[in-house]
């Protein structure tokens, strides 16, 4: 009652307080966004070609393929390993009770409050050849992270991997372990009863968490900045690109990838929202 | 003997949530653990059906040492308080569930459903989610699915506890009546002791993890063995020196009998067909609690501030207030 008694007023204070979130808003995204997509779309810089075809041009440069490319591989297999991870985190952390479970619990939220370059570098400390701990070891392997694609996926991962499991966590503490408990005495063995009872009441949580780390993977910048060699077809994703490109003086191929980045984002939102209504019925 | 606990015991850090339990229970019958809530009788259930470990003791069931098999291999059925219904899954494809993991053929499944669900009156259900059933509706689906899998005991903790108050009496004969149709052995956990004392062939009274007495209905009721069971089996009072049920309480107009109490009504309560009296008497800090039928009630034509003579009935169950082990029964 309290509730639409709230939202039934309608005094100057309302209207004030609309007007005020909306220029917020106006000024802090849209605008910027906007002229982002204008950009695109009609370069300001001199002899750059506007228009929907130059703009597909600009993204089939091989460099520019090759960036969105590598990024798509990174996002994938970091988002990959985050499900697989995160799930059987999620379930270790509602599940079960051992030492060390709320050391682990703040473990996990670590990467959402550390800066990204912090984790590029610590990633670089870790394992690249020359200074690593593991760098030298993995390299007499045959095997190099930093400055591959392996260094920049695990990058990816390191920063997205909370997502999936904040998004699994509540909805597991939600449905309790009833349902599980009464599949294993129904005879159902740890695997079954994950697949047939506990993967479908978390599915939604997952799909959800899955989506908001890729959109996170897709515009990772600062970790893999660091990991990567950054260089024209050799380790440059979408994000360093547009770095690159923006700082060399050409801004339409920057504006155009940039725009890609933004679909890609808006595409997860939309998504996002229509899983939360399918979740809901 | 269906299910034999010897000497199970379980604490939850410095909480003795069981202590040295022993109890069997015979095949086929029906046995209501019964207690306060905290008292250890869900968790003996949990142990019985391998939810939960015991600290030390063992359990058998039907003479197998079950005290270290995981729950799937025990063959038990257990019915959730809260029902814990596959949310996922059609009324059908719950009760087929545990079969489905047997890996039973289709067809065998498929009939046994529609036994079971023909069993529970949820035939016309078979396609609906849970979701789309009542509370008394998804216990009945639990029980099913419990009962698929043709399991040696049938283990209920609390199966009515969240069901308001007239589906759980229709549910309560409804399980008697099933029970004595399918006879499986079953074991439910109640803190109700109507409920118990309604369904159950047996009793066993938990208190404080520990087995406070075991008995049927009628000897737990008539002959409890202290004065906690006693307490618990129903509303007690206190008439000079016994203790004894309101309703074991003679209530005269006249100093007729001799011994009897006067005392003087404080307070007449009339729930539905019975009047309880608040009397204050004499001599007693603590008001003696007389229950009795509101006929009988008129025909006496007590009011407020009347002055009555109370006696205990001849055969009722007392306990001496300063602390008999056993109780005695009034003679004439």
Same mark, same amino acid.
């Given at each position: 009652m309290a509730e639409t008694s709230l939202r039934a007023r309608r005094g100057p204070v309302t209207y004030l307080l609309r007007t005020f979130v909306l220029a917020y808003l106006a000024v802090l995204v849209v605008w910027p966004l906007w002229e982002v997509a204008s950009r695109t779309f009609a370069p300001l810089e001199q002899g750059a070609e506007a228009g929907l075809g130059a703009f597909l041009e600009r993204l089939q440069d091989p460099s520019v393929t090759y960036a969105f490319g590598l990024t798509a591989t990174c996002a994938f297999w970091a988002v990959v390993i985050n499900t697989v991870f995160g799930v059987g985190i999620s379930l270790l952390l509602t599940r079960y009770r051992f030492p060390g479970r709320r050391v682990l619990s703040v473990l996990v939220d670590i990467p959402m409050s550390v800066s990204p370059v912090v984790v590029g570098l610590a990633l670089v400390l870790a394992y690249?050849?020359?200074? %690593?701990w593991f760098g030298g070891v993995l390299e007499s392997a045959g095997?190099?992270?930093? %400055?591959?694609t392996p260094g920049m996926i695990m990058a990816t991962a390191f920063v997205s991997l909370p997502l999936v499991i904040r998004e699994v966590v509540p909805v597991l503490e939600e449905i309790g372990t009833d349902a599980e408990l009464a599949a294993s005495s129904l005879g159902a063995n740890g695997w079954q009863t994950f697949r047939r009872i506990t993967l479908p009441s978390i599915k939604w949580a997952v799909v959800y968490g899955v989506v908001l780390s890729l959109a996170r993977s897709l515009g990772e910048f600062g970790a893999v900045k660091i990991v990567s060699p950054g260089a024209e077809l050799r380790g440059e994703t979408a994000t360093i690109l547009i770095q690159n490109r923006y700082t060399n003086f050409e801004e339409p191929t920057a504006y155009a990838a940039a725009f890609v980045l933004v679909l890609a984002s808006v595409l997860a939102l939309v998504v996002v929202s229509l899983i939360r209504k399918e979740d809901r019925s | 003997m269906s299910i034999e606990v010897r000497g199970v015991g379980k604490r939850y850090g410095d909480f003795v949530a069981l202590d040295d339990i022993n109890v069997s229970l015979p095949t086929g019958q029906l046995t209501a653990l019964l207690g306060p809530s905290g008292g250890g009788k869900s968790t003996l259930l949990r142990i019985i059906a391998g939810l939960e470990s015991a600290d030390s003791g063992s359990v058998d069931i039907e003479g197998v040492d079950a005290t270290k098999l995981p729950p799937q291999k025990r063959n038990v059925g257990f019915v959730f308080q809260h029902y814990?219904?596959?949310?996922?899954?059609?009324v059908a494809k719950n009760v087929a569930f545990g079969l489905e993991i047997r890996k039973r053929p289709k067809a065998e499944v498929k009939a046994k459903v529609a036994e079971l669900l023909e069993l529970v009156h949820l035939s016309q259900f078979a396609h609906r989610l849970p979701s789309q059933l009542s509370g008394g509706q998804r216990q009945r689906l639990a029980l099913a699915r419990a009962l698929a899998v043709e399991p040696s005991v049938l283990l209920l903790d609390e199966?009515?506890?969240?069901?308001d108050a007239q589906v759980r009496k229709e549910l309560r004969e409804w399980l008697r009546r099933l029970h004595d149709e399918v006879h499986v052995t079953t074991v439910f956990v109640t803190h109700d002791q109507e409920e118990a004392l309604e369904v159950a062939d047996e009793i066993v009274v938990i208190n404080q993890g520990r087995i406070e007495q075991i008995g049927t209905p009628d000897q737990l009721y008539?002959?409890?063995?202290n004065d906690f069971v006693m307490g618990f089996l129903g509303a007690v009072t206190r008439l000079g020196p016994l203790r004894l049920r309101p309703h074991d309480i003679e209530v005269a107009?006249?100093?007729?009998?001799?011994g009897s109490t006067p005392g003087v009504v404080q307070r007449a309560l009339r729930v539905g067909f019975e009047v309880r009296l608040t009397v204050d008497v004499p001599g007693q800090e603590e008001p003696v609690l007389v229950v009795l039928s509101r006929t009988h009630a008129r025909a006496l034509d007590l009011e407020l501030g009347s002055r009555v003579w109370l006696s205990p009935t001849t055969g009722a169950t007392a306990v001496s207030v300063l602390g008999l082990a056993r109780p005695e029964v009034v003679s004439a």
């Amino acid at each position: 009652m309290a509730e639409t008694s709230l939202r039934a007023r309608r005094g100057p204070v309302t209207y004030l307080l609309r007007t005020f979130v909306l220029a917020y808003l106006a000024v802090l995204v849209v605008w910027p966004l906007w002229e982002v997509a204008s950009r695109t779309f009609a370069p300001l810089e001199q002899g750059a070609e506007a228009g929907l075809g130059a703009f597909l041009e600009r993204l089939q440069d091989p460099s520019v393929t090759y960036a969105f490319g590598l990024t798509a591989t990174c996002a994938f297999w970091a988002v990959v390993i985050n499900t697989v991870f995160g799930v059987g985190i999620s379930l270790l952390l509602t599940r079960y009770r051992f030492p060390g479970r709320r050391v682990l619990s703040v473990l996990v939220d670590i990467p959402m409050s550390v800066s990204p370059v912090v984790v590029g570098l610590a990633l670089v400390l870790a394992y690249s050849s020359g200074q %690593g701990w593991f760098g030298g070891v993995l390299e007499s392997a045959g095997i190099f992270i930093i %400055g591959s694609t392996p260094g920049m996926i695990m990058a990816t991962a390191f920063v997205s991997l909370p997502l999936v499991i904040r998004e699994v966590v509540p909805v597991l503490e939600e449905i309790g372990t009833d349902a599980e408990l009464a599949a294993s005495s129904l005879g159902a063995n740890g695997w079954q009863t994950f697949r047939r009872i506990t993967l479908p009441s978390i599915k939604w949580a997952v799909v959800y968490g899955v989506v908001l780390s890729l959109a996170r993977s897709l515009g990772e910048f600062g970790a893999v900045k660091i990991v990567s060699p950054g260089a024209e077809l050799r380790g440059e994703t979408a994000t360093i690109l547009i770095q690159n490109r923006y700082t060399n003086f050409e801004e339409p191929t920057a504006y155009a990838a940039a725009f890609v980045l933004v679909l890609a984002s808006v595409l997860a939102l939309v998504v996002v929202s229509l899983i939360r209504k399918e979740d809901r019925s | 003997m269906s299910i034999e606990v010897r000497g199970v015991g379980k604490r939850y850090g410095d909480f003795v949530a069981l202590d040295d339990i022993n109890v069997s229970l015979p095949t086929g019958q029906l046995t209501a653990l019964l207690g306060p809530s905290g008292g250890g009788k869900s968790t003996l259930l949990r142990i019985i059906a391998g939810l939960e470990s015991a600290d030390s003791g063992s359990v058998d069931i039907e003479g197998v040492d079950a005290t270290k098999l995981p729950p799937q291999k025990r063959n038990v059925g257990f019915v959730f308080q809260h029902y814990a219904v596959f949310k996922h899954m059609t009324v059908a494809k719950n009760v087929a569930f545990g079969l489905e993991i047997r890996k039973r053929p289709k067809a065998e499944v498929k009939a046994k459903v529609a036994e079971l669900l023909e069993l529970v009156h949820l035939s016309q259900f078979a396609h609906r989610l849970p979701s789309q059933l009542s509370g008394g509706q998804r216990q009945r689906l639990a029980l099913a699915r419990a009962l698929a899998v043709e399991p040696s005991v049938l283990l209920l903790d609390e199966p009515f506890g969240a069901l308001d108050a007239q589906v759980r009496k229709e549910l309560r004969e409804w399980l008697r009546r099933l029970h004595d149709e399918v006879h499986v052995t079953t074991v439910f956990v109640t803190h109700d002791q109507e409920e118990a004392l309604e369904v159950a062939d047996e009793i066993v009274v938990i208190n404080q993890g520990r087995i406070e007495q075991i008995g049927t209905p009628d000897q737990l009721y008539d002959e409890p063995a202290n004065d906690f069971v006693m307490g618990f089996l129903g509303a007690v009072t206190r008439l000079g020196p016994l203790r004894l049920r309101p309703h074991d309480i003679e209530v005269a107009v006249s100093p007729g009998v001799p011994g009897s109490t006067p005392g003087v009504v404080q307070r007449a309560l009339r729930v539905g067909f019975e009047v309880r009296l608040t009397v204050d008497v004499p001599g007693q800090e603590e008001p003696v609690l007389v229950v009795l039928s509101r006929t009988h009630a008129r025909a006496l034509d007590l009011e407020l501030g009347s002055r009555v003579w109370l006696s205990p009935t001849t055969g009722a169950t007392a306990v001496s207030v300063l602390g008999l082990a056993r109780p005695e029964v009034v003679s004439a």
